[in-house]
């Protein structure tokens, strides 16, 4: 029993193909084997699965023909038969009605035959996905790439036709120019209707005399295409960018498809990104945490600002600075920074130095250790 592929990608049987490519995206960015690098065994394996259903889904309802077949019959192999020689009726455009319509030609001595049917189906090209590295930097604030890939493209030579000069061909006489035909069956329930591709022409409508010496004859050849892409401000690890119409050839004069971009950010040396939020660990000295003081770090943006530590500052304290984050995308609003404070205790100590700190131990001995104070109180009672 074949899946029900509108509902692996959440949309309706009336859905139109900017639907169903955008439903695919969305879900394919969610499950992308990528996102769940970190996660356990179980999960990885959960999102391969889903993400391979996703795919196929879309492979069947993206393609027209395939997607007739399976809205007819469902399944992209058309009409299957069972072992007893029935057709299966798992397809949700069958009906008893094409049975008995389909009897009175049996009955009036029809045979199994082929006729044209419609125009030569337009079928938009291949998408192509291709994985982008970004510095941390590149991903914060934006940058113009040059990239440089390969694609399928119509051949200038012959038009697409396959046929040298673009005109060395005949219409085929079995699909008569139209590219597809109507292949009928005779089965215990009547005559099964199925459109297939012409297997004489290939689905072109067009037979080639003589074929194009630059493609071969297949009307399509593998360039090399480079492009500049504008990558907004703010993109992040995993997320796609997509450029229209820059993907593979179209099929019979249709549009091209799109190229899909992932991204790859690299990590920072100092900072961490959460959403569009920043984080920092920010190590200060004993003398600071215990005096205060300022301390002055280096943003994201590249500047230096003050960061005001307060007398008696504990370690893992949260120093939280609006507005020095990244960037969202398509806003003009900035996430925030967190620093977190970082003790640093001293090592290896001079005799000297020793000396010094215990003197100064001596003076703080009296002192108000308000953790201190309570967690003796709580252990002497």
Request: proline share 3%; aromatic share 8%.
């Amino acid at each position: 029993m074949e899946k029900d592929y509108y509902k692996t990608l959440g949309i309706s049987r009336e859905a139109n193909a900017d639907e169903i490519k955008s439903a695919y995206r969305s879900l394919a960015k969610k499950w992308h084997p990528d996102v769940f690098a970190t996660d356990s065994e179980e999960k990885k394996k959960e999102a391969k699965e889903k993400f391979t259903e996703i795919q196929h889904a879309y492979s069947v309802l993206s393609n027209p023909e395939k997607k007739a077949l399976y809205d007819q019959y469902g399944s992209e192999e058309g009409p299957q038969m069972s072992s007893s020689g029935s057709a299966g009726f798992g397809g949700s455009g069958f009906g008893f009605g094409d049975i008995f319509s389909d009897l009175f030609n049996v009955f009036s001595g029809g045979d199994s035959r082929s006729r044209s049917s419609g125009p030569s189906r337009q079928r938009s090209g291949e998408d192509i996905e291709l994985q982008l590295t970004l510095t941390f930097e590149e991903a914060c604030f934006g940058v113009e790439k040059e990239i440089s890939y390969k694609r399928t493209e119509n051949c200038s030579s012959c038009n697409g036709t396959g046929a040298k000069n673009g005109k060395s061909y005949s219409t085929c006489s079995n699909c008569k120019g139209t590219g597809s035909v109507i292949v009928e069956q005779r089965t215990m329930f009547g005559v099964m209707r199925s459109q297939q591709v012409c297997s004489s022409c290939g689905g072109r409508g067009k037979i080639i005399t003589e074929p194009c010496p630059d493609c071969g004859g297949a009307g399509r050849v593998k360039r090399q295409k480079t492009i500049k892409v504008k990558i907004p401000a703010g993109v992040d690890n995993n997320q796609m960018l997509t450029v229209n119409a820059e993907g593979n050839a179209g099929y019979n004069g249709a549009p091209n498809g799109n190229l899909i971009v992932v991204f790859r950010v690299l990590p920072h040396k100092l900072f961490v990104r959460s959403g569009y939020d920043l984080k920092l660990d920010l190590p200060i000295k004993v003398s600071q945490a215990i005096l205060g003081g300022k301390v002055s770090i280096l943003t994201i943006s590249g500047d230096r600002i003050d960061i005001d530590i307060p007398e008696g500052t504990e370690d893992g304290t949260i120093i939280r600075v609006k507005r020095r984050g990244i960037k969202f995308l398509r806003k003009d609003t900035y996430g925030d920074l967190f620093i977190k404070i970082i003790i640093d205790l001293p090592k290896n100590l001079s005799i000297k130095q020793r000396k010094a700190l215990k003197e100064s131990m001596d003076v703080l001995e009296n002192a108000s250790y308000s953790k201190v104070d309570k967690f003796n109180k709580l252990t002497n009672n």
